[in-house]
């Protein structure tokens, strides 16, 4: 068995780290063989080399070839598996938030139709990194519209696990914590719901088996740290990946491909953005975070989470953001529009403003 795999904007730091991951059979399984293509811009056409040397010195067994394509007109050829890393070109400084968001589409006008064409028709399209993530997938969803949505996702991993990290320094253990649920823009506004979080191996008066687990919220008492340093390290997350060797980034990549393939952990929530079908009341046609389990192969939405009224107006709020993002994307309406619903007021909320973005976290 071989997988072939593109990965897209392959100069990024997240690129050096993710290689040996798909590589090392963890993965894709110990009876896959693994082929890399690291598409870039021949600008980066050195990085590429080097990247390419150094795989092949790694020698795994299972690394039947790592090869480089700086024109499009190789890209995506046979892929089973395409991952777009965050394009560096978005590090430079753009007018607007709504350039911003027609640069993105204009690329993925490229891209779309190049994976459509190239790739697969069972194609895994895995978009990660932290500028646009929800609107990539869907700007890739919309110009390659033969792929099947259940088969482009947007990665919300990188703010879940960082949320579990910091909550268990807080707690001073291990990161034992589970079932954080990011709602929302991965890379916008999102809504941080610790509400379902479960503690494992904590160290107290209190004491169980392996499995025994303990509501998280009932651990911190510090509700001003949770509205402030909690607050604001998420918040600045955006402006630190970018000086990152890309350790975290390819982690998740890997993660989350190893669970489409080999199921995520029975009972155990993943946060992921994926196209809206209405569930929780939000809006069809936008990628939206939400929980979700893989099996078999596959990922359904967890739809027995229960959220109150709050949140539910929380949710609203966030959406209306991707569907302005969507109508700015789409030429429908020439700039983004203030929300004019109900202002969120209770004590568990807060919002951290980077760049006209931030997350909000229910606790």
Request: with cysteine.
């Amino acid at each position: 068995i071989l997988k072939k795999c593109f990965i897209l904007n392959a100069s990024a730091p997240a690129c050096y780290n993710l290689i040996p991951l798909l590589a090392n059979g963890e993965v894709f399984g110990m009876a896959t063989e693994v082929s890399i293509h690291l598409l870039d811009s021949s600008h980066y056409k050195e990085i590429l080399h080097g990247i390419v040397m150094e795989a092949q010195d790694l020698a795994f067994p299972l690394l039947r070839s790592v090869s480089m394509h700086t024109e499009l007109d190789d890209a995506f050829v046979q892929a089973d598996v395409v991952i777009l890393l965050d394009d560096i070109l978005l590090q430079h400084e753009i007018p607007s938030l709504e350039d911003c968001i027609r640069q993105v589409t204009e690329q993925c006008k490229v891209y779309g139709p190049l994976i459509e064409k190239n790739a697969n028709s069972r194609v895994k399209v895995i978009v990660s990194g932290k500028t646009f993530v929800n609107l990539r997938a869907l700007m890739i969803m919309t110009f390659a519209p033969s792929i099947d949505g259940q088969n482009v996702i947007a990665l919300a991993m990188f703010l879940e696990n960082a949320a579990k990290a910091m909550l268990a320094r807080k707690l001073n253990m291990s990161s034992a914590v589970k079932d954080v649920i990011v709602w929302g823009n991965i890379s916008g506004n999102s809504y941080i719901d610790l509400s379902k979080a479960k503690v494992y191996r904590y160290d107290s008066a209190i004491w169980g088996p392996p499995n025994f687990s303990r509501h998280l919220p009932d651990m911190i008492y510090d509700g001003n740290w949770v509205r402030s340093e909690f607050a604001f390290v998420l918040s600045s997350l955006s402006s630190r990946e970018h000086h990152c060797l890309g350790m975290s980034p390819a982690h998740v990549i890997a993660t989350v491909l190893r669970y489409w393939y080999q199921d995520s952990p029975p009972g155990e929530i993943v946060s992921m953005g994926i196209l809206s079908e209405g569930q929780f009341c939000i809006p069809e046609g936008i990628i939206f975070s939400m929980p979700v389990r893989f099996q078999d192969g596959s990922w359904e939405v967890i739809t027995e989470t229960e959220i109150n009224e709050e949140t539910q107006e929380a949710l609203k709020r966030l959406a209306h953001d991707l569907i302005q993002e969507k109508q700015v994307a789409l030429g429908e309406i020439p700039e983004m529009r203030p929300y004019k619903g109900k202002t969120i007021s209770s004590k568990y909320w807060f919002k951290a403003v980077s760049y006209n973005r931030g997350h909000k976290i229910r606790f």
